[in-house]
């Protein structure tokens, strides 16, 4: 018994899913049944993979001990590029790689420029965090590109499927990829080396892992995952608005961090991440359902943000000084 | 008597100015324990480094096993069968003990360009017969490093490097911040790799350390070897007479 509380307690993720359930309890009977009913389930899981594969990307490369700013202006950028293109009247099977092609150069800069001249990411990627946004307005030429009718596969990505249309196409992408980046994380050596080169860096170059590598190629995952991820809501809007993701890559770092990822690095779980982004699309969605007024939803981001990084702190030393029985 | 394992002649290291080892050579005998103490800043972390394949020397040769060997990285050294156990723990705390032992050498399967899965049940495996060969016990392979005492690190430092077929260790500063039991569980670590037929280098400026474990102490200072003797044959006030 004593064993099954302390894994339970060794795993934050499990709390935030709890938090997750009494949230759902509360928000539903302050919303009068709205919360939990088939249409606004629709339109959260409609919302979420967004902001959920961005938040995966984050938690990935901040397991890899490594931060990025850049990912709110690189949604924003890479579907300008397909836009532009698409208005320009080049092909989608085109376009979308070009797109997906731009963010991973980002991500490689901000990696390369991160590890050669060995500076905080934190001051690479906010540098990018601008430097992307501009591209993104300057190729749009300040309007919007008029994407033609039909130029995007949207039954690909966005159209509703499944019982009664209850899930988007997105949201299939975006289980698959999740689910993809989390067995790499915990299956592959791959993963062992991110987890090394986050947890103790020192170690891991002694070990002969090539951090440097490990790193750059962590960079750009999350680079590509922002960047998919503003493809996709471009597809559900129509059109690419240059303004798109702003303030984002705060509320990824903030998905994170409240499933239990560490900023220190080597510590976390892509799992974590998701149940982190859905506690704030949940919270965002239930306080408008209680008739809240809406702007304070920040607070109640800053808030859980806060708590959830002492609660995980608190359950991990709890965790530690737990004895278990053992046998020899 | 047969070739040294390790032969080391008129290596040279600068560091912005500085020179850190001067014309230093030495041989390292197989199966022999070797002390090599100095004061901070005496070279012997430099020697080490340029051994263990972190670091380049600026001029001089290498011989291992009567072969000349150039290590590009630490990863060409322990390909070559020298691993290093360093001062602050060549383990992440945040991983498992059965992911320590593996670092950068994970079973894999279905491997494409170096990249597959890990054999986890193997490596599960694989390390409780290691951390078991080396007498140690350990609850699990699964519980993180960050939880065991730093002489337990150590042992499990050494149950890899002996899993995966060390023919030389070099051990820097094993015995730095341990409490005393602990301190005397690693000696014991270093004391049995003889009968293991494992060469191994020990650092420490703690020098009755080193007269507990070695055969053979090296002293440093100022970048050169200033004294070179069997344990047998030397004193503890001999050696703190050239230091």
Redesign the interface.
């Known amino acids: 018994m004593k064993r099954i509380l302390k894994i339970y307690l060794e795993k934050p993720e499990l709390a935030g899913i709890v938090f997750l359930i009494v949230l759902a309890f509360v928000f539903q009977s302050r919303s009068n049944g709205v919360f939990l009913n088939a249409q606004n389930l629709q339109g959260m899981f409609g919302l979420l993979p967004e902001m959920a594969l961005v938040a995966v990307g984050v938690t990935l490369l901040m397991i890899c001990g490594e931060f990025d700013l850049s990912v709110g202006s690189v949604f924003a950028l890479t579907p300008m590029i397909m836009g532009v293109m698409l208005a320009a009247h080049w092909p989608f099977i085109l376009a979308f790689p070009a797109g997906l092609l731009a963010a991973a150069a980002v991500g490689l800069v901000n990696g390369t420029l991160t590890v050669r001249f060995a500076i905080p990411s934190f001051i690479t990627t906010l540098g990018m965090l601008f430097v992307a946004r501009s591209l993104t307005v300057v190729i749009s030429g300040g309007f919007p590109p008029v994407i033609p009718q039909g130029a995007m596969p949207r039954e690909m990505f966005t159209a509703f499927i499944g019982p009664g249309g209850m899930i988007r196409m997105s949201f299939v992408w975006f289980v698959v990829i999740a689910m993809l980046v989390s067995f790499i994380l915990s ?7 991110v ?2 080169t986050g ?2 860096l ?8 090539p951090t440097s590598r490990v790193k750059i190629a962590c960079f750009m995952i999350c680079s590509v995952l922002a960047g998919f991820a503003g493809t996709l809501q471009v597809m559900r809007l129509g059109a690419p608005l240059p303004s798109i993701g702003e303030g984002l890559e705060l509320q990824a770092v903030a998905a994170a961090v409240i499933g239990g990822t560490a900023l220190t690095g ?2 976390g779980t892509i799992l974590g991440g998701i149940i982190g982004a859905v506690l704030i699309r949940a919270i965002d969605n239930g306080l408008v359902l209680s008739r809240v007024d809406a702007n304070w939803f920040k607070m109640a981001l800053g808030a859980l943000t806060v708590f959830a990084v002492i609660m995980n702190a608190w359950l991990r030393t709890k965790a ?1 000084n737990m004895k278990v029985e ?3 | 008597m047969t070739d040294p394992t390790i032969q080391v002649r008129n290596l040279h290291k600068w560091y912005s100015g500085v020179h850190a080892l001067k014309d230093v050579s030495l041989d390292i005998q197989p199966n022999e324990t070797l002390g090599l103490v100095g004061d901070n800043g005496a070279g012997k972390s430099t020697l080490i480094n340029i051994l263990s394949g972190t670091q380049r020397p600026d001029g001089g040769d290498i011989m291992f096993e009567g072969r000349p060997v150039s290590f590009r990285g630490p990863r060409d050294a322990m390909d070559a069968g020298i691993e290093t156990i360093y001062q602050y723990n060549s383990m992440v705390p945040t991983m498992s003990i059965a992911r320590n032992m593996f670092i950068g050498r994970e079973p894999t399967k279905l491997s494409l360009f170096g990249i597959g899965l890990m054999d986890l049940p193997r490596m599960r495996r694989e390390s409780v017969q290691a951390i078991a060969d080396v007498d140690l016990h350990l609850r699990s392979p699964d519980a993180l490093v960050g939880e065991l005492s730093g002489g337990q690190r150590q042992g499990v430092a050494i149950a890899r490097a002996m899993h995966f077929k060390s023919k030389v260790m070099i051990l820097d500063e094993p015995t730095n911040h341990l409490a005393v039991k602990e301190t005397q569980k690693v000696i014991g670590f270093v004391q049995s790799l003889k009968d293991l037929g494992i060469t191994a280098v020990f650092i420490s400026h703690n020098i009755h350390h080193v007269f507990e474990c070695c055969d053979r102490i090296v002293a440093m200072a100022r970048g050169e070897i200033v004294l070179d003797r069997r344990t047998a044959d030397t004193s503890m006030d001999e050696i703190l007479s050239v230091l």
Do not use: D, E, L
């Open positions: 299956r592959s050596n791959f993963g062992n080396w987890r090394a947890g103790f020192p170690a891991a170059q002694s070990m002969g892992i080597g510590i530690k053992t046998h020899k």
